[in-house]
């Protein structure tokens, strides 16, 4: 089982991403020893191809994370990582957003006219949006994470 962290850069500005990353591969290796998360700053080595490798882990991912936000609405590169993995999905005969796990981190309203904002902002996603000033040891921010692994797990077993 493999997950994909979709995010713009300064929502890491203050480990957040980072930590999240660490707590929810945690959480995921306790369900599946050979489950991982993939995320960017982890995931690369100096020399690598960015565009190649992070198109070929969106390729290999079986669920696409999405830490929803206005910024990440805007950003082109997340918006490319997003039609990378739900074409790759549409191709396998799946529906296109059917393995997509949205984490609301900042209130997202859709853009009118924009398709991709509007798919994106439909799907029911799991609002983080206080959750993320929390540390990664407090009881809810916990449970949630053990939730979100095991919704991952799921996720992935969907043909």
Request: net charge negative.
């Given at each position: 089982m493999k997950a994909f962290i979709s995010y713009t850069r300064e929502k890491?500005?203050?480990?957040?991403?980072?930590?999240?990353?660490?707590?929810?591969?945690?959480?995921?290796?306790?369900?599946?020893?050979?489950?991982?998360?993939?995320?960017?700053?982890?995931?690369?080595?100096?020399?690598?191809?960015?565009?190649?490798?992070?198109?070929?882990e969106l390729l290999s991912a079986d669920v696409l994370v999405v830490l929803l936000s206005p910024a990440w609405l805007a950003s082109d590169w997340c918006r490319w990582e997003y039609s990378q993995f739900t074409s790759k999905e549409k191709a396998a005969g799946r529906g296109r957003n059917s393995r997509v796990l949205p984490l609301l981190w900042v209130k997202t309203d859709a853009r009118e006219g924009d398709a991709l904002s509007e798919e994106v902002c439909a799907l029911n996603s799991d609002n983080w949006t206080s959750l993320r000033h929390e540390p990664m040891s407090n009881s809810e921010v916990s449970a949630r994470c053990a939730s979100i692994a095991e919704r991952l797990k799921d996720l992935a077993s969907h043909e």
């Open positions: 890491d500005q203050f480990d957040v991403v980072s930590n999240l990353h660490s707590r929810l591969s945690n959480e995921l290796s306790l369900l599946d020893p050979d489950g991982e998360i993939f995320r960017d700053r982890q995931g690369l080595l100096p020399g690598d191809d960015f565009r190649k490798k992070i198109e070929q």
